[in-house]
């Protein structure tokens, strides 16, 4: 079969959307299908939203292809007689967060309206699909709230899951993810000051953003525990990941009402690490049960302090919960052989 990956992009971002399209592209090879990968670049402008949105859908790939899979918005308003969506999130300043501080269009007539026609293009060009899913049951949710569209969740894996391996349960707590501030790993850095065990933190990734580099390098100075805290300021390949992960005690990934499980998750429970996260944290809360394969903590400093000291304190409950991790991808279905078996059925 000819399938065609479409998705849009930030210029120069790299990241998890992008991952999951260059991962599935080579799985669908190996199942022999020939596969192209697409993408557009795309700003969230509140002037030029509906404009871009109008070209992605003056272009048709029918001839060239027997199957179209979008991903990221709005690469769904491409024409396809046989489109399949896996939809990882909405363009979120304009639908979830449109009531705080991130709206991404004016209060007023004009905005609004754009607004309201963002929603409604989304709408009856994602209906269009012959499947649609979500990369979580929170995005299933926002989905059905905000589109009256019912979507299924299909869990993505990580590439290459048999390259991660346990080592042992050492004394770091291991956060590989972009730098930002969403992502919270200030929260870490404040929690460092109130363990009362010689708990280890090590922070790996870089951040769009240098100057937040500098902010996080000050935290870390300002802590009182810099001595147990490592910031490896820079872009962590997939083989860097694992050799994080294999000797570390746990994992920690706590970003705010993220839009899934996130690949850190995924990535420490392949590692037989327990997961490290917060009550507000989003889809992570669908892979992490508490207590079982790692620990929902208050999003305070002393919350996540107390889930860290807890984890140094009983090597053998961080060993248990690690175990479970793993059990977990297998429970939810997240690997490779289901996702394509669901997307070329």
């Given at each position: 079969?000819?399938i065609?990956?479409?998705?849009s992009f ?6 998890g959307?992008?991952?999951?399209v260059?991962w599935?592209?080579r799985?669908?090879?190996e199942?022999g299908?020939?596969v192209e990968?697409f993408?557009l670049?795309?700003?969230e ?6 404009e871009q949105?109008?070209?992605?859908r003056l ?8 199957l179209?899979?979008?991903?990221r ?5 491409l024409?396809?007689?046989?489109k399949i969506?896996?939809f ?8 979830d ?6 709206r991404g269009?004016?209060?007023?007539a004009?905005?609004r309206?754009v607004r309201?026609?963002?929603v409604?293009?989304?709408t ?6 012959k499947?649609v899913?979500?990369n979580s049951?929170?995005?299933a949710d926002?989905?059905?709230k905000?589109?009256g ?5 299909l869990?993505p ?8 391996r346990?080592?042992a349960?050492?004394?770091?707590i291991?956060?590989?993810c972009r ?5 919270r790993?200030a ?5 460092m000051?109130?363990?009362?065990t010689p708990?280890?933190l090590?922070?790996?990734?870089l951040?769009s953003?240098p100057a ?25 390949s997939?083989?860097e ?8 005690l746990?994992a920690a ?11 850190p998750?995924l990535?420490?429970a392949h590692s037989?690490?327990?997961?490290l ?5 989003g889809?992570?809360?669908?892979f992490v049960?508490?207590g079982r ?5 208050d999003?305070?400093?002393?919350g996540?302090?107390?889930a860290?000291d807890?984890?140094?304190?009983d ?5 248990r919960?690690?175990a479970?991790?793993?059990d977990?991808?297998r429970?939810m279905k997240?690997?490779w ?9």
């Amino acid at each position: 079969m000819r399938i065609v990956l479409a998705s849009s992009f930030v210029p120069f971002v790299n990241g998890g959307a992008r991952f999951i399209v260059e991962w599935l592209e080579r799985h669908l090879i190996e199942h022999g299908h020939q596969v192209e990968r697409f993408y557009l670049p795309f700003i969230e402008h509140q002037d030029e939203i509906l404009e871009q949105m109008l070209a992605y859908r003056l272009m048709s790939l029918e001839e060239h292809s027997d199957l179209l899979v979008t991903f990221r918005p709005p690469a769904h308003v491409l024409r396809h007689p046989r489109k399949i969506v896996w939809f990882i999130h909405h363009i979120r300043s304009f639908y979830d967060l449109a009531g705080t501080v991130h709206r991404g269009f004016t209060n007023d007539a004009k905005g609004r309206a754009v607004r309201d026609a963002l929603v409604d293009i989304d709408t009856a060009t994602i209906l269009e699909a012959k499947k649609v899913f979500t990369n979580s049951q929170v995005v299933a949710d926002r989905l059905e709230k905000f589109n009256g569209i019912r979507a299924t969740p299909l869990y993505p894996p990580v590439f290459q899951p048999e390259r991660f391996r346990h080592d042992a349960y050492g004394d770091e707590i291991v956060v590989v993810c972009r730098v930002e501030q969403h992502k919270r790993q200030a929260l870490l850095i404040e929690a460092m000051r109130h363990t009362t065990t010689p708990v280890r933190l090590r922070l790996c990734g870089l951040s769009s953003n240098p100057a937040y580099d500098a902010e996080i390098q000050k935290l870390i100075s300002d802590s009182g525990a810099a001595d147990r805290i490592v910031f490896e300021n820079r872009w962590i390949s997939e083989e860097e990941k694992a050799e994080k992960l294999a000797p570390a005690l746990a994992a920690a990934y706590l970003p705010i009402d993220e839009d899934s499980y996130g690949y850190p998750s995924l990535e420490a429970a392949h590692s037989r690490k327990a997961v490290l996260t917060t009550a507000d944290a989003g889809g992570v809360l669908e892979f992490v049960e508490d207590g079982r394969n790692g620990f929902v903590a208050d999003p305070t400093p002393q919350g996540v302090a107390d889930a860290m000291d807890r984890l140094y304190a009983d090597r053998a409950l961080a060993a248990r919960m690690g175990a479970s991790s793993h059990d977990r991808l297998r429970e939810m279905k997240i690997d490779w052989s289901h996702v394509v078996e669901s997307i070329v059925s």
